[in-house]
C-alpha cells in the first residue's frame, strides 16, 4: 500500500519547505506532489528542493483543478490513497496518521478533516458558515459530514476513477464529496485542529458565495 499527499499551491514558496519537511520527517515513505497552479514566486522550484515532485500549471487554473491533477497522479502512480492538504500550513502533518485510523477503523472510503468539535479559535462568522453549509452539502451527500469545506481530506484512491467534476475552484471540494457520497462512497471525519497564520485567504466570499449555491442548485437536478 503507497500514500501520497497533493498539495496545491499558489504562491506558497516560504510556507512549502516546513510543510513538506514534517511531512517527509514524519511519514519518510509518503510521496508528496505540488500542483503549482500559476504560481509567480519561484513555487515549483522551492517545491522541488524540498523533495517534492511537482506538476505545474502554467497559468492559475483554480484550486479545483490542481486537484484533479493531483488526483490523476494518484491514479496514475497506483498510490493507493491520497491526503489532500493546504500547501500554507494550515493542515498539520502530525495529525494525518489520525485520518488512516479512522479509514481502517470505520472501513471509510474518504475522511474529511473536522474543526467543529474544537471551535474556540474560530470566528463566529466562519464557523456559522461551515455549520451552514456543511449542513447543505450533508445533505446532498445524504451522510453527516460535518466540516465540508475542509481541505484536509484522505481519499481512496479507487473512489476518484472516473469521476467527472463541473466545477474549477473551491467549490470543488463540495462538489467531490456530493458525487463520491451518491455513489455510495463511505465518509467519514478525523478530528484536526484550527490552525491560522498570516497568510492572505484567495477566498472571495462573494464570488465563491456564489459558486456555492449554484453548485447546490445543480447538485439539485443533476443526481448522476
Known amino acids: 500500500m503507497s500514500t501520497g499527499a497533493i498539495l496545491p499551491a499558489l504562491n506558497a514558496a516560504r510556507f512549502l519547505p516546513e510543510v513538506i519537511g514534517e511531512i517527509r520527517s514524519l511519514h519518510p515513505d509518503l510521496r508528496v506532489l505540488v500542483v503549482d ?33 493531483g488526483y490523476r497522479w494518484g491514479r496514475d502512480q497506483d498510490v493507493t490513497w491520497v491526503f489532500t492538504m493546504d500547501s500554507d500550513g494550515q493542515h498539520l502533518p502530525a495529525e494525518m496518521q489520525g485520518f488512516m485510523n479512522a479509514a481502517e477503523q470505520g472501513d471509510l472510503d474518504v ?43 484522505l481519499y481512496r484512491t479507487t473512489c476518484l476513477e472516473g469521476i467527472k467534476l463541473r466545477t474549477s475552484r473551491y467549490d470543488s471540494e463540495s462538489e467531490i464529496l456530493v458525487r463520491l457520497a451518491r455513489r455510495g462512497f463511505k465518509i467519514g471525519r478525523a478530528p484536526v485542529t484550527t490552525v491560522y497564520g498570516d497568510e492572505v485567504s484567495s477566498i472571495n466570499p462573494f464570488v465563491d458565495t456564489g459558486r456555492f449555491f449554484r453548485l447546490v442548485l445543480m447538485l439539485m437536478f443533476d443526481r448522476d
Open 111 to 153: 475522511v474529511v478533516g473536522s474543526r467543529m468539535d474544537r471551535t474556540a479559535g474560530m470566528p463566529w462568522l466562519r464557523k456559522k458558515t461551515n455549520q451552514f453549509t456543511s449542513w447543505v452539502i450533508s445533505r446532498l451527500a445524504g451522510q453527516d459530514i460535518p466540516d465540508s469545506q475542509n481541505g484536509y481530506r
Open 37 to 69: 497552479d500559476g504560481s509567480t514566486d519561484g513555487t515549483a522550484e522551492v517545491a522541488r528542493e524540498a523533495g517534492a515532485e511537482v506538476i505545474v500549471h502554467e497559468v492559475n487554473k483554480g484550486k479545483g483543478e490542481a486537484l484533479k491533477t
